[in-house]
DNA sequence: GTATGTGAAGTTATTCACAGCG
DNA sequence: CGCTGTGAATAACTTCACATAC
């Protein structure tokens, strides 16, 4: 079932939910394919397209509730449940993740945090107590987390990765400049900043005047 | 030119970009398609191809110099250049940018940051001012910016768009979780952090086991 | 009248496979 | 002989357009 799903489809997916929480918070209760469509620029098709792939959420001539639609989307992505997750290395960006609050209001609880600096170890950043990287099996065990967000140096990454493997991780997100091997069973989506500016770069580079 | 140009095959200059870097720190001088494409597990053809669309960069029977290609690569990209930058917030996540070296490295450059907190603007971060946002407008002129991050609430991201394009810049990194309605010959880029977790989580919860 | 869900059509992206160069 | 660059073939994605449901 899963084979036939493309990652753009599932991208689009967060973004139809991001939006549905808008509307949410502004009091909409009801959605055309069209509306949302508007918001967002894509095509209405698109969005109907990409549901209909996972069933049918919606009414002919009225539209999707957003709420219920809501709820069918945190479903399927598997959001309707919580997600013990792990940070790796505790740097500035690190510290960030942990304070940012959307993760827990959508669903992700970072519980735990990983460095080798003696002077961060056995810190707290708010309630997330950083353990010694010696720890991560043990620690990993305990606290059931699924996710990890990797923020460690590139040249580590690897290594980190192989342990959270072992460890029984399904998920990684990699924040370090660099392509991980993926080990067997395992997903890893790679978030590059830099290429980000590079993309805006090169479309300023190459605009037509 | 630009046109038949996908934002797909963008993103992944940006890729093989990075694996040169990896590539050249080792020492390594040449390399094929087929050794990059398995570095990246993509195919090699994919990466000729991209390659393609911009000119012709390798030797046959032998591949392509890490160091010419490399170059190719920045200019390409637009990289080969310097370009300042600004970012607007100076939150825990925006001091994580404007510390992390590696923008610098790669031809950007911090200049300037902006926020509406007393407590944070005339101060600084490194050597980046922090600035009123009633300032935007005189500064971005003298510091010829062309590309802003943008790490303000969701709700003031659009009318703070808004300002950015009407002050000139080219290009808005936007991690707020909204999307935005794009100004006229601007180009927006969006980095949704829980929408990767999501999509990690989608293949955990999805997977065939 | 309005909006969904979906075959069919159209478009775009990726892979194949090989001629031709080094 | 190995590797690039690229037409041709294939696969994937997106849009069209309409039968169907409200």
Redesign the pocket.
């Known amino acids: 079932m899963i084979e036939?799903i493309?990652?753009?489809?599932v991208r689009?997916l967060s973004a139809y939910l991001r939006q549905l929480e808008h509307f949410s918070a502004d009091g909409v209760a009801v959605?055309?394919?069209?509306?949302?469509a508007r918001r967002m620029n894509?095509?209405?098709?698109?969005i109907?397209?990409?549901?209909?792939l996972f069933?049918?959420?919606?009414?002919?001539?009225?539209?999707?509730d957003v709420d219920q639609l809501t709820a069918n989307l945190r479903k399927i992505l598997g959001t309707n449940m919580r997600w013990n997750t792990v940070i790796l290395g505790a740097g500035k960006l690190s510290r960030a993740l942990m304070e940012y609050p959307g993760f827990h209001e959508r669903g992700f609880e970072i519980v735990a945090a990983f460095d080798i600096d003696p002077r961060k170890v056995d810190t707290k950043v708010g309630d997330i107590p950083i353990h010694h990287m010696d720890e991560l099996e043990t620690i990993l065990a305990q606290c059931q987390a699924r996710i990890a967000i990797l923020t460690v140096p590139a040249e580590v990454a690897q290594q980190v990765t192989d342990r959270l493997a072992g460890a029984g991780i399904d998920g990684i997100l990699n924040f370090a400049t660099t392509h991980l091997e993926t080990p067997q069973g395992i997903h890893i989506d790679q978030v590059d900043i830099t290429a980000h500016l590079e993309q805006l770069c090169f479309h300023a580079t190459n605009a037509i005047p």
């Open positions: 036939n493309s990652d753009s489809s689009r959605v055309s394919s069209q509306l949302l894509v095509g209405d098709a698109m109907r397209r990409d549901l209909a069933g049918q959420f919606g009414r002919p001539g009225v539209g999707y």
